[in-house]
T-cell receptor, first 113, second 112 residues
Framework: DAGVIQSPRHEVTEMGQEVTLRCKPI?????LFWYRQTMMRGLELLIY????????DSGMPEDRFSAKMPNASFSTLKIQPSEPRDSAVYFC???????????FGPGTRLTVL | KQEVTQIPAALSVPEGENLVLNCSFT??????LQWFRQDPGKGLTSLLL?????REQTSGRLNASLDKSSGRSTLYIAASQPGDSATYLC???????????FGTGTRLTVIP
């Protein structure tokens, strides 16, 4: 398996634009997690899915953030409208079983100007 | 809320030295603890996972221990190499919340 795949790897956009981050989990994994990493706050869980269903989105900072998982092999994290404070590295991770080992993707480095 | 602390924040050692990284957590109600390494500009690579019922796990030159009652874990790296240079993160899986709580990491530099 190729591991968790994220795209794009880098995204530079202007304030107010819509940003969509994509993730393909490891095949067979039933949990998918979206994290955000910043220097100030470290790694924070934004939302996670179990069998394509959002279970806990309490970490999503604002209504500007939304996430979907239309099928077992694809998830998106959307920010609309984007703001400079959204600049961070966004990671997707997946696991087989919620408390099992998590495998992370390479991340998307987002810069909002 | 679970708080995970890693000390020191940064560590430099000469090649070949054995070293210990520390992780402490405030709530001992955990399912497991996971150690990761993160290289600059890269994602997280899982190193070791210790279940709450276990005391330690070993993988090659790495040995992780867990003392759940005292809220502590250590990652022991034997015979360090320059390729071990990275940031090491520990994370605990909190009971009752399907959520990994991460420490802030220890940035390790192994000097050739």
């Amino acid at each position: 398996d190729a591991g968790v795949i994220q795209s794009p790897r880098h995204e530079v956009t202007e304030m107010g634009q819509e940003v969509t981050l994509r993730c393909k989990p490891i095949s067979g994994h039933d949990y998918l997690f979206w994290y955000r990493q910043t220097m100030m706050r470290g790694l924070e869980l934004l939302i996670y899915f179990n069998n394509n269903v959002p279970i806990d989105d309490s970490g999503m900072p604002e209504d500007r953030f939304s996430a979907k998982m239309p099928n077992a092999s694809f998830s998106t994290l959307k920010i609309q409208p984007s703001e400079p404070r959204d600049s961070a590295v966004y990671f997707c991770a997946s696991s087989f079983g919620g408390i099992d080992e998590q495998f992370f993707g390479p991340g998307t480095r987002l810069t909002v100007l | 809320k679970q708080e995970v602390t890693q000390i020191p924040a940064a560590l430099s050692v000469p090649e070949g030295e054995n070293l210990v990284l520390n992780c402490s957590f405030t709530d001992s109600a955990i399912y497991n603890l996971q150690w990761f390494r993160q290289d600059p500009g890269k994602g997280l690579t899982s190193l070791l996972l210790i279940q709450s019922s276990q005391r330690e796990q070993t993988s090659g030159r790495l040995n992780a221990s867990l003392d759940k009652s005292s809220g502590r874990s250590t990652l022991y790296i034997a015979a360090s190499q320059p390729g071990d240079s990275a940031t090491y993160l520990c994370a605990v899986y909190q009971t009752g919340a399907n959520n990994l709580f991460f420490g802030t990491g220890t940035r390790l530099t192994v000097i050739p």
